[in-house]
């Protein structure tokens, strides 16, 4: 099933299902047993496929962006959070905030969603966990990142709109194996990301164990899981999100993700 969250043309949060190109309305909640109506939806605006109750990230996880940013391939994941006011949906403008410089930098990354409560997961047993997965960019400023936000990425990483995730979420039943997929990022159309989920150093299974580790992950719970070599921070000369440029994330089976910078 493919999932989406939006405002109708009367301004009301509406779930719905894509079904042979229309939106159709979800009756019940999507985390249980959830019926798909006959009434159609126009969709005035997008929003994040699930109203996140927590935003976990996941740095520096494929082998290729290790490589080029510079940094030892991790022990351990490095685990950062966003603010929940970061979160944006598809087609809804990327806001240069006014305390950056020449700095904000794109992420196309894959988007776990925990859909029942998750504590000590195991690999056997953590995708059993998965509602479903979506497309992120985890739009970063990367000078808060490395010498503004006093030695956390947080700071850097959790600006307003630094956060957009869409159009849909495709429910795991349809996505048996997450670590396989193409996933590309496009600047002005151009591919400047392209790569596979199967270079993650940390895979789903082995993310969501380490996440609910004494932790419980409550359903709504998002994680974004990393994002592959060719940001634009890492290029000679910078290619940064600025006023104009349009940014695209798709991943393989899920769809794209697009956000215009204002």
């Known amino acids: 099933m493919r999932i989406a969250r939006v405002l109708n043309e009367k301004g009301a949060v509406v779930t719905v299902a894509e079904q042979d190109g229309n939106l159709m309305r979800i009756e019940g909640n999507i985390l249980d047993a959830p019926h798909i109506s006959n009434e159609k939806v126009n969709a005035k605006e997008w929003l994040p496929p699930v109203d996140p109750t927590v935003?976990?990230?996941?740095?520096?996880?494929?082998?290729?962006?290790?490589e080029e940013s510079g940094a030892e391939v991790p022990k351990y994941p490095i685990l950062f959070m966003k603010n929940l006011g970061a979160a944006i949906g598809h087609e809804q403008p990327i806001k240069i905030p006014k305390v950056?410089?020449?700095?904000?930098d794109y992420e196309a990354e894959l988007v776990i969603v925990i859909g029942k409560t998750c504590l000590n997961a195991t690999q056997e047993?953590?995708?059993?966990?998965v509602l479903g997965y979506t497309c992120a960019n985890d739009v970063s400023a990367r000078i808060w990142q490395a010498v503004?936000?006093?030695?956390?990425?947080?700071?850097?990483?959790?600006?307003d709109t630094f956060a957009p995730m869409g159009p849909f979420l495709v429910t795991s039943d349809e996505i048996p194996d997450p670590n396989s997929l193409r996933i590309q990022g496009r600047y002005n159309g151009e591919t400047?990301?392209?790569s596979n989920t199967d270079d993650m150093i940390f895979d789903v299974k082995t993310l969501i164990e380490?996440?609910?580790q004494d932790t419980t992950l409550l359903p709504?719970?998002?994680?974004?899981?990393?994002?592959?070599?060719?940001?634009?921070?890492?290029?000679?000369?910078?290619?940064?999100l600025k006023s104009g440029v349009?940014?695209?994330?798709?991943?393989?089976?899920?769809?794209?993700?697009?956000?215009?910078?204002?």
């Not at 592959?228 to 290619?239: F, M, N, T, Y």
């Not at 991943?251 to 910078?261: F, W, Y």
């Open 210 to 212: 380490f996440c609910s």
């Open 148 to 159: 503004k936000g006093g030695s956390q990425w947080v700071r850097g990483k959790a600006f």
């Open 220 to 240: 709504g719970t998002v994680i974004l899981t990393g994002t592959p070599e060719g940001v634009g921070w890492a290029r000679e000369p910078k290619l940064l």
């Open 55 to 66: 935003i976990m990230c996941i740095g520096a996880n494929y082998k290729a962006h290790a």
């Open 246 to 262: 349009e940014y695209e994330v798709e991943i393989e089976k899920i769809g794209t993700l697009r956000n215009k910078v204002a």
């Open 125 to 129: 047993n953590a995708l059993d966990h």
């Open 100 to 104: 950056c410089e020449d700095e904000v």
């Open 192 to 194: 400047v990301q392209d």
